[in-house]
């Protein structure tokens, strides 16, 4: 089995990647509270901007504390749109087409129930089953209860981690109204070409609805030239907004005069402010707020998004795609002959920021890498999913949770890890 000393000339590749990262400085904007813990999950959680500590702290301290209501005049509602508009930037939206509200689970459920609502006349929604289990669950309710006789169809992935094209074209009729989407896929990491689909999709009189939580921030985005209808998508992963961060959503700015939303709450309202007994929605994107956003959480986001603004979101991308890149070589040369599988597409343009490995121990590999403090995802039934954030993650940061897999499997320490601990199969 191959070694990995300090003098294998992989070792010598990352370090001159790492010399050559223009994004290298980044790193010190984030809280490291352990140097060598190797962070992997940025697609579940990201890391915390040290400006945001400072930024939160004044904003409680001096805004709630002192200006209290008059600092919804003062500045939150300007922070809100503030906030909306870098937002629109990172996903190739114009402005006035993106709002930050509630979960991302909601904001599908708004806007699904809302699409279906004006695509008379249609019965079909699709999905495929490589979209997040919270999508489905929220498609599946929304076909029962929105207008009409809706059913949902779930096209299946022949190899459980990619979908082709061509299925989703063949499975387009002038029945479908909706075809909503992962862009990039939880589980595999699989990105679906959207820009294709979006004309495809479009021939057929359907509507694009693409959730991109795992594709802000780290692959290009040009939602409105796409010419994408709706997107929702979550700032807590690779946007680095914090736990439970606010969601966001994209209404291209055509549709969203005829849109309804169909939680109608105060602040969706044309004027909320006059007290009216009837509802009357806002004209925009602003008919799909439902409550009173929190400001704390929201203030959080602008940080950690003026990050990635300055990197330059070029910078982001080609780094993403470079430690992806940089991590085959290494699971070609290490992995592979240990016996992992590799469930993420090798075309570089069919993948996100992320690669997930196959392994039928991963789950107890995946408790020996956390305390050899290397943290990544084990999802079910056996892959081990890590995502690469480029504004902090290093090029010898994979190479060493590289070299500790091999330790793990070659000295065989997993077997410590029985399964059924911490409640995981
Ligand atoms: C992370 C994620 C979510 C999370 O939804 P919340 O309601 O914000 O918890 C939804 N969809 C996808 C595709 C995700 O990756």
Known sequence: M???PPSHPLWETAKSLDAKDPL????QEFMIAD????YLNGNSLGRLPVRTVQRLERIIREQWGVW????????????????????????GAHPGEVLLADSTSVNLYKLAIACLNIQRGKKVVITDELNFPSDLYILRAAVQQAQGNWRLQILSSEDGNTLPLEKIEK???????????SHVCFRSGFLHDISRLSEVIHQHGAMLLVDVSHSAGVVPLRLHDWKVDLA?????KFLNGGPGSPAFLYVREDLAPLLDNPIPGWLGHENPFRFDLEYRPARGIGRFRVGTPPVLAMAAVEPALDLLLEAGQENAYHK??????????LYDAFLRPRGFGLATPREPDRRGAQISLIHPEAWPISRAARDRKV??????????????APLYNSYQELARAVEIFCQIVDSQSYRQYPEGVDGIP
Request: proline share 5%; hydrophobic share 50%.
């Open 2 to 4: 191959n070694e990995f």
């Open 375 to 388: 943290v990544l995802d084990f999802r079910p039934p056996n892959l081990l999913r890590m995502g690469f």
């Open 68 to 91: 209290l209501i008059r600092g919804w005049d003062r500045d939150w509602l300007k922070l809100l749109s503030r906030v909306a508009d870098k937002l629109a930037v990172i996903i």
């Open 35 to 38: 140097p060598d813990e190797i």
């Open 24 to 27: 290298r400085k980044f790193r």
């Open 171 to 181: 499975a387009i009729t002038p029945e479908v109204g909706l075809v909503a989407l």
């Open 320 to 329: 993403a795609k470079g430690l992806t890149e940089f991590f085959l070589s």
């Open 232 to 236: 929702v998508g979550c700032t807590y």
